[in-house]
């Protein structure tokens, strides 16, 4: 009865801030309502702010010859960094941009009960639905960013996807965990920093063969049809001066070739790193901080996947209150409003990486309510 009372003041505080920020929200609808086009229609009626492949269309918006879509939509159009599973979703919401708001609010709150689920298998002597109501709190009012205001519906369905697949893994759906990590990857392929998920399972090979067979399925009739698909992976983005990346002292002005492949390499040695050490709730967060830290952007929608790491791993911890999620959304959601140098900004970033990372790599292992993969998910501290 007290959970049902708490989801339901969690229901009502995302209906508040899905008013708030909805408004004026979609503010990146545009590349998922033009890419499915591109994808099922072969060309969109008009091109909005997406140009195709250098000298083969003109100027966005205008007429001109444009670049085939279809499995070329890679190839042509490099800038839609979204998987076509996001498309497909995109296509079953009808490109009703009021319809993901909507659903992306409501996936917010199903990531906290599962986050409450998984933490409840982990620590199963710990329940503390005060910490829950507070930080499912924190998250949603950065999860509302990602829904209402910018429609992302990729890095959605990426964290929840990755989020469900930690709760298949350690209540021992391994075949659910894989197929659930190779969609995220084929919604975002930057999801692929979620693999050390598939390690929760004792299951690994099963888990991890599902996700192969997902990932590829997604994948490969584009690389298949036009191998200048790979051009998506080489697409550049403007380092901003608030970026993490910044602050390490990266000074190229465009995403540097070797970053893509290390975010994915830095968070999978992160996570491998984490459940060799029994933290395996830390994997999220690591992911998420390993995003964070070497990208050249610092968009707000970034925010979920470090918060929500954050919420399960307080949720999973004895402290009284959600700590690490209320300072994950503290330095990357409210310092921005209150301090405006760029470099300050892109320190306290990669401080808060730095500090969110040390907490999931040196504190104790975790217990866990399952004897059978007791072994594989870490001993009792």
């Not at 298949?224 to 983005?237: C, E, Q, Y």
Request: include cysteine; proline fraction near 7%.
């Amino acid at each position: 009865m007290r959970r049902r009372w708490l989801y339901t003041a969690l229901c009502a505080w995302a209906v508040l801030w899905f008013v708030i920020l909805a408004r004026r929200g979609g503010i990146d609808w545009k590349f998922f309502s033009t890419g499915t086009s591109l994808l099922f229609g072969g060309h969109p009626h008009v091109i909005t702010g997406i140009t195709g492949g250098a000298g083969t269309a003109g100027p966005a918006g205008l007429p001109g010859p444009r670049p085939p879509g279809g499995l070329h939509i890679f190839a042509n159009y490099p800038a839609l960094q979204m998987g076509p599973v996001s498309y497909l979703a995109t296509a079953a919401l009808n490109l009703n941009v009021v319809a993901a708001e909507l659903f992306l609010q409501a996936a917010g709150l199903v990531i906290i009960y599962l986050a409450d689920r998984i933490a409840r298998i982990a620590r199963p002597d710990l329940d503390q639905p005060g910490k829950l109501a507070a930080g499912g709190a924190v998250f949603l009012v950065a999860w509302s960013e990602l829904a209402a205001a910018f429609a992302h519906l990729d890095d959605g369905l990426a964290l929840l996807l990755a989020v469900l697949a930690v709760y298949a893994a350690v209540s021992d759906h391994p075949l659910v965990s894989g197929i659930a990590v190779g969609l995220a990857a084929a919604a975002k392929p930057w999801a692929l920093v979620f693999l050390p998920v598939l390690l929760i399972n004792s299951r690994t090979v099963r888990a991890a063969a599902a996700a192969a067979v997902v990932f590829a399925a997604a994948w490969l009739p584009f690389f298949i049809a036009d191998p200048a698909t790979m051009n998506a992976t080489r697409f550049l983005i403007r380092n901003e001066p608030d970026s993490a990346l910044r602050a390490l002292g990266v000074r190229e002005n465009y995403t540097p070739r070797w970053d893509r492949p290390a975010q994915v390499l830095l968070g999978c040695a992160l996570g491998t790193a984490a459940f060799l050490r029994g933290r395996w709730p830390a994997i999220i967060m690591l992911a998420g901080g390993a995003r964070i830290v070497l990208d050249p952007a610092a968009h707000s929608y970034y925010t979920p996947d470090l918060v929500a790491g954050a919420l399960l791993l307080d949720l999973a911890s004895r402290t009284r209150l959600p700590l690490l999620t209320i300072a994950s959304f503290a330095a990357l959601n409210l310092a921005p409003l209150i301090i405006s140098s760029p470099a300050a900004q892109g320190a306290i970033r990669l401080a808060i990486v730095a500090v969110t990372t040390v907490a999931a790599l040196a504190g104790p292992a975790y217990a866990t309510g399952s004897p059978p993969r007791q072994t594989r998910l870490g001993a009792s501290p």
